[in-house]
Each structure stands twice: as C-alpha cells, then as structure tokens.
C-alpha cells in the first residue's frame, strides 16, 4: 500500500532549480505534519525542512534557508520542496515524510521511496 508518492528528482547544474513533489493518500494526510529529509552517500540523514498542519510554521534546516521552499497543496494532498540556486553539496536521496501530529517536530511515522537529486558542479 504506497502512501507517499515523490517525484521532481533529477540531474541539474549548480545554481539551477528543481522542485520536488510528494502526493500523500488520503488516510495520512489530513491533520498531519509533513517534512523533507535527505541522505547523501556515507551520510546521516538530514531533516531539511517541514510545514505544520496548518501550514502557519514551516522549518528549514539553515544550510538550505534561503535557497529552499516548502509548501502544501491541501486539494491536492501535495507537499512541495522548491529548490533553488543548487549546490553540489545538496546532491542526496530526498524522502518525503508525514508524522502523526500537526506540528513538525518530533518523530515521523510514514516515509517516501525517495528520489535522487544530483547537483553537479
């Protein structure tokens, strides 16, 4: 039973943009926080950012602030990462996440198959 589906990966030069997207069903998505995490090759994952139910209190880890957007698509049950001016060093595995709870902190339960984005220099 897939719950979380993640697309908008891919290969891009640094200082380019992409934006990811993450479809929820329906029985996660209502009333939860969600989050972008990512893991880079040898590297713990890494919260990145995150969007409260009610969508007034969003988190962005400080090394992406700045250059990365979430957002939310309640109609569409949709969460965004909107991603600009690329690093090589944003290059990882993006997993979407939802946790049982409006706000966004704390543990999240239910995680994406991930999508590789790939900054090249």
């Known amino acids: 039973q897939v719950q979380l589906v993640e697309s908008g990966g891919g290969l891009v030069q640094a200082g380019g943009s992409l934006r990811l997207s993450c479809a929820a069903s329906v029985r996660i998505f209502r009333g939860n926080a969600m989050g972008w995490f990512r893991q880079a090759p040898g590297k713990t994952r890494e919260f990145v950012a995150a969007?409260?139910?009610?969508?007034?209190?969003?988190f962005h880890t400080d090394s992406v602030k700045g250059r990365f957007t979430i957002s939310r698509d309640i109609a569409k049950r949709s969460v965004y990462l909107q991603m600009n001016r690329l690093k090589p060093e944003d290059t990882a595995v993006y997993y979407c996440a939802v946790r049982d709870g409006e706000n966004w902190r704390g543990l999240y339960e239910y995680w994406g198959q991930g999508t590789q984005v790939t900054v090249s220099s």
């Open positions: 969007i409260s139910w009610t969508g007034d209190e969003t």
